[in-house]
C-alpha cells in the first residue's frame, strides 16, 4: 500500500464518528450462521473447524460411515464462530448437507423438536443456489432419470425448480405423483409419504406446506388432500428416513449448539444431557454422516460424563478426545481487529494509513499478551474506538447498556420460520408476563402465572398457562393457548380446553392467541369460537412485531450466562426502564390484549376451504408402485428433457 492510496484521514474519521464498526454484538446468533457471516479469522482455532472437514472427507472416500467431535470452551471462545465457518465453507464449496440444531423449544420433546430442526435446516440455501431439500429432491429425481432412459441429462437444482415453476399446478401434481412411484419401486422405502413431501419441495408455492409436513406439523387437510399427504406425520421414523435418504446421495453434518442454557426437563435432566441422548441415537442410525456438539467444559465434566452412562458420553467423541478451542494471543487479537476493520472499510471504499486504525497495533498485542476471549476484544474495541485527541468531539460518550445490546442483537433473529412453534410462543409470552406479577395492566392485578395448569398441578400439550390475578374485586382465572395449528385433532383439542365446559382446568375466561390469517374451517367456528365468545374469551391476534419483542428478551434472559454476559437482575432493570421502547412488560401490545376485557372478535378470520373427499396417505398407490413397468420413461418424457 502506497501513501497515495490511502484515503483523507478527516473521510476515514467522519466514517468512525458515524458508525462504530464494532457496534454489532460480539456474538454469533443463528442468523449469522444461515445469512451473512460474522467476520472469520479462519486461522483462529482452525484445528477445531479442519477436524470436522477431515472427518467429511475421510467418510466421503470411505473410511468409515460416522463420527461425532465434540469442542469444548468457556463463553466468549468462539463455538459458534466455528459453527458459523463450517456452514459458509460448505455452502461456497459444497460437500455435505447442513443441520444446525440449536432451538429446542420443548425439551420434553426432543425427538418431535429435532424433525422441526431438520426441516427447517434443509428450507435454508444450501451450495447450489437452492434450499437444500431441493438438492436432495434433485439427486433423487436424477436417480429415476437415470434408471428410466440412461441418456437422459442430469438436472442441476435451479433449472429443476425453474422448469417445475413454469409448468401449471395438474401437470406439477402429476410430475410429483410418478416421481413417487418411481422412487419408490427403485430404492427400499418405509414411508413413500415422505419421498412424496420431499418432491413436492421442488414447487416454489407448495414448498412451505411440504416442509411443514416433513416437520410433522399438521397441515389444514385441503392442503393434505392436494399434495396427496395425511395431515400429520409426526414421527422419529420420519427422520430416520429423510437422514437415509441424504445419506444415498450427500454427506450430512449435523451441528448441535445452543446446550449451555438453563433449561431443565420435567423429568430433571439439563438440555445438554437430553441432546446427549438424542446425538447417541442418531450415530447408532446414521448411514453417512457427522455430529458435531460444542458446550462449555465444565458442562460437559460435570453433566455428561459424571451424571450421564459412559456409553452416552463416548457417542460424543467418536472421532477424538473433546476439542478445546483457544484464547487470542498477541498475534490472531491483530489479526481478529484487522479483519473487522477490513470489512468496514471496504464497504465505504477507503484505504485507512493502516490496517487497525484507529487502534495502534501495540495496544492490540498488549491486550492479546493476556489470553482474552474474542468477545472480550470485540467488546474492549467497541467502547474504545476513540479518534486521535482533538477528531473525536462529534460522538456522543454514552455507554452502551450491554442488555439492550444483547436485546436488539436476538431482535434481529428472523423467527418468520417459528411463528407456527405453539411452544416456541408460549414460551415468550409466559416469560413476558413474569414481570408483570404485582402490577396491574388492563384492570387485572397479576398475582401469579402457573404452567401446571390441571387439577394435579401436571403441564397440558394444549393449554400454556393460566393467569391468576384479580379484577374488579373478582378472582379471575384466565387460560391462555397459542395455537397456531392449520386443523385437525390439535386444533380441536386446544378449543375444548378453553372451553373448559367439564370446569377441569377451573378457568373463569380462556384466551385463544392465533394469527387470524390462519384459516379455520366452519365447524371449528361454530362449534368451539362462537360458544368461546359467547363464555366471554378472548381472540388475541398474533402479530409478529408483537411478539417478536418478547421472543428477543426470552432469549436474553436463556443465554445471559453463555453468550451474553448479563444477570437476570439487569435483564429485569431493562424490561422496566425501556420497556416502552421496546414493547416489553406492561408496554406490551399482546400482553395487554390477553388481559383486556375480553371482546372476541371473529371477523376477517379467513375461512378454511371446504374439503370433500378425504385423503390420508399415498399408500393407496402402493400396488400400482410394485407394478410398474417400463412406463416410467413415456410418464416423465416431458420433465426429463431439459428447456
Known amino acids: 500500500m502506497t501513501s497515495l492510496l490511502i484515503s483523507h484521514v478527516d473521510e476515514i474519521n467522519a466514517a468512525l464518528l458515524s458508525h462504530n464498526p464494532f457496534s454489532q454484538p460480539p456474538t454469533v446468533l443463528a442468523q449469522g450462521v444461515w445469512g451473512k457471516g460474522f467476520p472469520d479469522v479462519e486461522t483462529l482455532n482452525a484445528h477445531a473447524s479442519n477436524a470436522v472437514f477431515k472427518a467429511l472427507e475421510e467418510i466421503r472416500v470411505g473410511l468409515y460411515p460416522t463420527t461425532s467431535i465434540l469442542i469444548t470452551a468457556p463463553p466468549g471462545t468462539g463455538k459458534t464462530h466455528i459453527i458459523s465457518r463450517i456452514r459458509h465453507r460448505l455452502q461456497d464449496q459444497g460437500g455435505a448437507l447442513f443441520i444446525l440444531a440449536n432451538k429446542f423449544d420443548n425439551i420434553n420433546q426432543v425427538k418431535q423438536g429435532f424433525q422441526q430442526i431438520v426441516a427447517d435446516s434443509l428450507s435454508n440455501i444450501g451450495s447450489q443456489e437452492t434450499k437444500q431439500w431441493q438438492e436432495l429432491a434433485t439427486s433423487m429425481a436424477n436417480d429415476v432419470f437415470k434408471n ?15 422448469k417445475i415453476e413454469s409448468s401449471d399446478e395438474q401437470q406439477i401434481s402429476s410430475w410429483v405423483n410418478k416421481l413417487t412411484k418411481s422412487f419408490c419401486k427403485i430404492k427400499t422405502v418405509q414411508d413413500h409419504d415422505v419421498v412424496r413431501a420431499i418432491f413436492w419441495t421442488l414447487a416454489e408455492d407448495q414448498a412451505s406446506y411440504a416442509s411443514n409436513w416433513l416437520a410433522g406439523k399438521e397441515i389444514a387437510q385441503f392442503k393434505a388432500n392436494e399434495l396427496r399427504l395425511p395431515s400429520q406425520n409426526q414421527s422419529f421414523d420420519t427422520v430416520l428416513q429423510i437422514l ?3 445419506s444415498e446421495y450427500n454427506e450430512l453434518l449435523i451441528c448441535f449448539d445452543e446446550l449451555d442454557v438453563h433449561e431443565v426437563s420435567d423429568a430433571g435432566f439439563y438440555k445438554a444431557q437430553v441432546v446427549a441422548g438424542l446425538v447417541k441415537e442418531l450415530l447408532e442410525n ?69 490496517p487497525v486504525y484507529p487502534f495502534n497495533e501495540e495496544q492490540l498485542r498488549a491486550i492479546g499478551h493476556d489470553r482474552p476471549t474474542v468477545q472480550d476484544v470485540l467488546k474492549w474495541c467497541r467502547e474504545n474506538c476513540k479518534l486521535p485527541t482533538g477528531t473525536d468531539s462529534g460522538r456522543s460518550e454514552v455507554e452502551t447498556d450491554p442488555v439492550e445490546l444483547a436485546f436488539t442483537s436476538e431482535l434481529s ?186 371482546s372476541c372478535e371473529l371477523d376477517n378470520i379467513e375461512d378454511e376451504p371446504e374439503t370433500s373427499e378425504e385423503i390420508t396417505s399415498a399408500h393407496s398407490d402402493d400396488a400400482e408402485v410394485a407394478g410398474l413397468e417400463e412406463s416410467e420413461a413415456k410418464d416423465l418424457e416431458e420433465l426429463m428433457v431439459h428447456a
Open 413 to 598: 433473529e428472523d423467527i418468520k420460520n417459528r411463528l407456527d412453534n405453539n411452544y416456541f410462543l408460549a414460551d415468550a409470552l409466559l416469560f413476558g408476563f413474569q414481570p408483570l406479577i404485582g402490577e396491574t395492566v388492563e384492570g387485572v392485578t397479576v398475582k401469579k402465572v402457573v404452567t401446571g395448569v390441571g387439577k394435579k398441578g401436571k403441564k397440558d400439550d394444549y393449554l400454556n398457562f393460566k393467569i391468576l390475578g384479580e379484577e374488579g374485586g373478582n378472582t379471575v382465572s384466565i387460560g391462555v393457548a397459542v395455537l397456531q395449528y392449520e386443523g385437525g385433532k390439535a386444533l380441536g383439542a386446544g378449543f375444548k380446553r378453553l372451553l373448559d365446559e367439564e370446569g377441569r382446568f377451573e378457568l373463569t375466561r380462556g384466551c385463544l392467541v392465533r394469527s387470524k390469517d390462519k384459516p379455520i374451517n366452519n365447524h371449528f367456528k361454530k362449534t368451539y369460537l362462537e360458544p368461546l365468545k359467547e363464555k366471554g374469551g378472548e381472540f388475541a391476534e398474533l402479530l409478529e412485531k408483537e411478539v417478536k419483542s418478547l421472543v428477543a428478551i426470552r432469549a436474553v434472559h436463556q443465554k445471559r450466562e453463555s453468550n451474553h454476559g448479563v444477570t437476570e437482575e439487569q435483564i429485569l432493570k431493562f424490561i422496566v426502564d425501556k420497556g416502552s421502547q421496546y414493547w416489553l412488560g406492561i408496554h406490551n401490545p399482546l400482553l395487554k390484549e390477553i388481559l383486556s376485557n375480553p
Open 148 to 162: 428410466a432412459k440412461l441418456d437422459a441429462q442430469i438436472w442441476e437444482p435451479k433449472n429443476l425448480v425453474k
Open 244 to 246: 437415509a435418504l441424504i
Open 286 to 354: 446414521l448411514k453417512r454422516g457427522v455430529i458435531l456438539s460444542v458446550m462449555m467444559p465444565g458442562l460437559w465434566k460435570e453433566k455428561i460424563r459424571e451424571e450421564l452412562p459412559i456409553g452416552v458420553s463416548n457417542k460424543m467423541t467418536t472421532y477424538c478426545p473433546p476439542l478445546d478451542l483457544r484464547y487470542l494471543d498477541s498475534d490472531s487479537t491483530v489479526e481478529l481487529v484487522s479483519v473487522f476493520l477490513k470489512d468496514y472499510y471496504e464497504a465505504r471504499e477507503l484505504i485507512p494509513p493502516n
